[in-house]
C-alpha cells in the first residue's frame, strides 16, 4: 500500500501509474496540482513535508488541521468528505503508530 502525505491510498487511485505516480515520488507537484494549484504544489504536501519536515500529516499533532478539512475533492458530497477525512486520518496515525 502506498500512502500520499495526507493518507490517500495512492495504489488504489485510478490515476496511479499512470498520470500520477504518488505524491511523496514527485515531490507534492501532482497532476492536478500543477493544474489547480498557484504554487504547483499540494498545499498538504508542501506544509507537512516541506515546512515541518515531517513524513506526512500523520505525523501532525493538529491532525486533521483546518486545511486538511477544508480541501475537498469537488467531486465527492460532503458526506463522502467527512468519511474520507475520518478515514485518511485514522489511516496516517495508525501508519505512523507502527512504523
Known amino acids: 500500500m502506498i500512502l500520499s502525505a495526507c493518507g490517500l491510498i495512492c495504489s488504489d487511485c ?8 504518488g505524491c511523496h515520488h514527485v515531490k507534492g507537484q501532482t ?7 498557484p504554487a504547483k504544489i499540494c498545499p ?7 515546512k515541518l519536515e515531517y513524513r506526512d ?3 501532525c499533532t ?3 488541521c483546518t486545511m486538511f478539512r477544508e480541501m475537498k475533492d469537488p467531486g465527492s458530497t460532503d458526506q463522502e468528505h467527512v468519511q474520507g477525512l475520518t478515514d485518511r486520518t485514522e ?6 503508530r507502527n512504523t
Open 62 to 64: 493538529d491532525l486533521p
Open 57 to 59: 500529516c500523520g505525523d
Open 44 to 50: 498538504l504536501y508542501d506544509c507537512s513535508v516541506n
Open 91 to 96: 489511516r496516517l496515525k495508525n501508519v505512523n
Open 31 to 37: 497532476f492536478w496540482a500543477l493544474e489547480h494549484v
Open 14 to 21: 485510478e490515476f496511479f501509474g499512470s498520470t500520477c505516480t
